[in-house]
Antibody
Framework: EVQLVESGGGLVQPGGSLRLSCATS????????MTWVRQAPGKGLEWVANTNADGSRADYVDSVKGRFTISRDNAENSLYLQMNSLRAEDTAVYYC??????????WGQGTLVTVSS | DVVMTQSPLSLPVTPGQPASISCRSSHRLVHTDGNTYLDWFQQRPGQSPRRLIY???KWESGVPDRFSGSGSGTDFTLKISRVEADDVGVYYC?????????FGQGTKLEIK
């Protein structure tokens, strides 16, 4: 069974930093692209970033470019999201997602990030 | 970015009745590999999203065949043949053809 467990969320002040982690199991992590998707409270879904299987490539939505960094540790089967210069509009539940176009899409339970003074 | 527009945004349905959600994209979603990467997700209250349909019309494992997807180009539809109480939640279309991948605003299905 595929499992994705996010951690690292919490309350942070505007301008601060936070690092999210996603521990995975149940599949061969090193062979999959991985993704972070977020959902602001009461709002819709937004694709944030993804990275290829070996971590050599990363893509970001414009609103987080230069502030967020997605990375992975294939030896530890873990995905990360380093978030710097956080803004109030970054407040959201952040989901770790194993997304494939044709071979499944699995979501974690999410971790809440609140940016507020 | 590709804009995905869903309608309606709110959908009250009587159990046993059909339901239909429309999704229109601002760009054609045919990939250079010939596939159209249009997904439908269901998000039940308090839960993470779950993909129901991928590649316009293919079912994810375990999805009841009451759900069906159709469409091409820029216009897509999710249909539920007979709505059940368990179908309550928000439904999102998502395009996975053009980066950044984008979601529709969501359609909230409620039981009358």
């Amino acid at each position: 069974e595929v499992q994705l467990v996010e951690s690292g969320g919490g309350l942070v002040q505007p301008g601060g930093s936070l690092r999210l982690s996603c521990a995975t199991s149940g599949f061969t992590f090193r062979t999959y692209w991985m993704t972070w998707v977020r959902q602001a409270p009461g709002k819709g879904l937004e694709w944030v970033a993804n990275t290829n299987a070996d971590g050599s490539r990363a893509d970001y939505v414009d609103s987080v470019k230069g502030r967020f960094t997605i990375s992975r540790d294939n030896a530890e089967n873990s995905l990360y999201l380093q978030m710097n210069s956080l803004r109030a509009e970054d407040t959201a539940v952040y989901y770790c997602v194993r997304y494939t176009r044709l071979s499944g899409a699995d979501w974690g339970q999410g971790t809440l990030v609140t940016v507020s003074s | 970015d590709v804009v995905m527009t869903q309608s309606p945004l709110s959908l009250p349905v009587t159990p046993g009745q059909p339901a239909s959600i429309s999704c229109r994209s601002s760009h054609r979603l045919v990939h250079t590999d010939g596939n159209t990467y249009l997904d439908w997700f269901q998000q039940r209250p308090g839960q993470s999203p779950r993909r129901l349909i991928y590649n316009v019309s293919k079912w994810e494992s375990g999805v009841p065949d009451r759900f069906s997807g159709s469409g091409s180009g820029t216009d897509f539809t999710l249909k539920i043949s007979r709505v059940e109480a368990d179908d309550v939640g928000v439904y999102y279309c998502m395009q996975g053809t053009i980066w950044p991948f984008t979601f529709g605003q969501g359609t909230k299905l409620e039981i009358k």
